[in-house]
């Protein structure tokens, strides 16, 4: 009982974030796109107070989230599980969210800025709520069970090195477009050429880490007995 109220009132505080999340970004398509806000590319970039204003909401999103899954655990390890599950329901809602009141996504290829920190992310809509889902179906199985997962080298390892590959194909284009164009490079962007086989292997990389901490915790049960 414990576990299941612990996930309901995380799942609820996530789903009210995502919907805050969603109205921001649809006031500032309204503000940088006016005229038609399902069409994000070409880019445009903020202004400077704006991209101040943007980094910092996005990590106050972040440390809100953190901070919720660290209030309903009753450990630092089960907090992080709360963190992940909290950030993989908001992730999903934020898009669902969207698509009830603009129509957007139209599709999940269709490409997305996806976070500003340390450079814009993008990537086609369908790559971050793959990743969202391991994040709410795992850490929420976790929880809902009120037990610890079993970090180990075994887990850790797969889920850092394929969460380091994501990060580099969101990355991908920023890092190559600075390195080539510089920061105009940026004005005018439209992504195109997404690196599939990289993602692929970190997303397959962190769901089998993902995996051993229930597996971890299971034989950690079987042996008890």
């Not at 107070?49 to 009753?74: H, K, N, P, Q």
């Not at 005018?188 to 997303?203: A, C, D, E, M």
Request: charged share 15%; glycine share 8%.
């Amino acid at each position: 009982m414990r576990g299941m109220k612990k996930v309901f009132y995380l799942f609820i505080f996530a789903v009210a974030m995502a919907f805050v999340e969603a109205a921001v970004v649809i006031y500032l398509r309204e503000l940088y796109y006016p005229g038609n806000i399902l069409e994000i590319f070409p880019a445009r970039t903020f202004s400077l107070f704006d991209l101040y204003i943007e980094l910092g909401r996005e990590i106050s999103t972040l440390v809100m989230l953190f901070a919720a899954g660290m209030v309903a655990a009753r450990s630092f390890k089960q907090g992080l599980m709360g963190f992940l599950f909290t950030w993989g329901v908001w992730d999903i809602f934020y898009y669902i969210w969207l698509y009830i009141t603009i129509g957007w996504p139209r599709s999940l290829l269709e490409w997305d800025i996806l976070f500003l920190i340390p450079l814009p992310w993008f990537g086609p809509v369908i790559t971050p709520v793959l990743i969202a889902i391991i994040f709410a179906v795992i850490p929420g199985y976790i929880l809902l069970t009120d037990s610890e997962p079993g970090f180990s080298i075994k887990t850790l390892v797969p889920i850092v090195v394929g969460a380091v590959f994501d990060l580099y194909s969101f990355l991908e284009i920023s890092l190559k477009t600075l390195k080539f164009e510089g920061k105009d490079g940026f004005i005018g962007l439209v992504p195109s050429g997404f690196n599939w086989p990289v993602y692929l292997i970190g997303l397959i990389l962190m769901a089998y880490g993902f995996t051993g901490l229930i597996t971890k915790r299971k034989k950690k049960r079987r042996n008890a007995k």
